[in-house]
Structures are given as structure tokens and as C-alpha cells.
Nanobody, 121 residues
Framework: QVQLVGSGGGSVQAGGSLNISCGAS?????MGWFRQAPGKEPEGVAF???????QYTESVKGRFTISRDLANNFAYLEMNSLKPEDTGMYFC??????????????????RGRGTQVTVSS
């Protein structure tokens, strides 16, 4: 069982930056985030597998960077050049399988409570 605690997020104007983080109770092969905006389907955003293998959904490539601290079981999502369409609840997720597609994040075994990200135009 992996317990996840997310933190960070907040409100920012378009073009700004926010960081969110996720602490895990133990090591998980993959850690990442999916997001859900009101009235929309959830979407896998990014995950990191092992120490450094990363995957991003197309809409955030070049703007978001995911990283992790293996020693302390933390993952971080640095979000730059934020757009209003990035607004949503961001949920940390983790899994002990090896994955290669951000769509898989929605099927990760463990989820934390969400943290809100709001980007105003």
C-alpha cells in the first residue's frame, strides 16, 4: 500500500508558474499526476518511472517538468507558462508497474487527494 500526500498548487495568472509536490509513504516505480477540470474527463499529465524516465501529455510538453527525490519518496511537478486550460484539480498517483503512456496514470493503483491549480487569463 502506498499512501500519497500532495501539496502546493494555488492561483496564478496566465504565463505564471506553480509547483506541486507529492510525498509517498514508500517507493513506487511510477509517480505522477492526473488532472480534472470541472465538466471534463480526467487527463494524465505527467509521470516519472524509476529515477528519470519521464512521460508528458502533449499539451504540457516544454512547459512542465516532473522530477523525483528517490531518497525521500517525493515527486515534484514544476509548471511554467501556465495557461487557463491548465486549471483543474491535480491528483498525485503512483503505481508499481512500469508504464509508457500518460493515459496509464488514470489506472495507477494509488491516488492522493487533489490539489487545486487555477490559472486566470
Amino acid at each position: 500500500q502506498v499512501q500519497l500526500v500532495g501539496s502546493g498548487g494555488g492561483s496564478v495568472q496566465a504565463g505564471g508558474s506553480l509547483n506541486i509536490s507529492c510525498g509517498a509513504s514508500t517507493y513506487a516505480v511510477c509517480m505522477g499526476w492526473f488532472r480534472q477540470a470541472p465538466g471534463k474527463e480526467p487527463e494524465g499529465v505527467a509521470f516519472i518511472a524509476g529515477s528519470s524516465t519521464t512521460q508528458y501529455t502533449e499539451s504540457v510538453k516544454g512547459r512542465f517538468t516532473i522530477s523525483r527525490d528517490l531518497a525521500n519518496n517525493f515527486a515534484y511537478l514544476e509548471m511554467n507558462s501556465l495557461k487557463p486550460e491548465d486549471t483543474g484539480m491535480y491528483f498525485c498517483a503512483a503505481d508499481n508497474g512500469w508504464h509508457s503512456n500518460t493515459r496509464d496514470i488514470l489506472r495507477f493503483s494509488y491516488r492522493g487527494r487533489g490539489t487545486q491549480v487555477t490559472v486566470s487569463s
